[in-house]
């Protein structure tokens, strides 16, 4: 898969001509506020693969990001994960 568009959103979109992932996300409803994050957080992965040399997406190197922007595996493992409140 290459990094342009996450492949996940291909499985979310009812609308085959849409071919935006922003388009999609409006469309489910998001918030102004989320698209923003999402942009970002997606530009940092993109940033992330290309300085690695990764031209398709990779588990391994998205989960090394994971780890190295927030230390999600190293809190789990100390017992310092939180889930947030339903």
Known sequence: MK???PEWLS???TDANSGSPDAEMVRLGYKDTTMVWYRGCWRRLQKYFAARGAEEFSLEVA???VEE???FFAK???GHRHQRPA
């Open 3 to 5: 990094l342009g568009q």
């Open 11 to 13: 499985y979310l979109s």
């Open 63 to 65: 989960m090394a990001w």
């Open 69 to 71: 922007a927030c230390g």
């Open 76 to 78: 789990e493992q100390a």
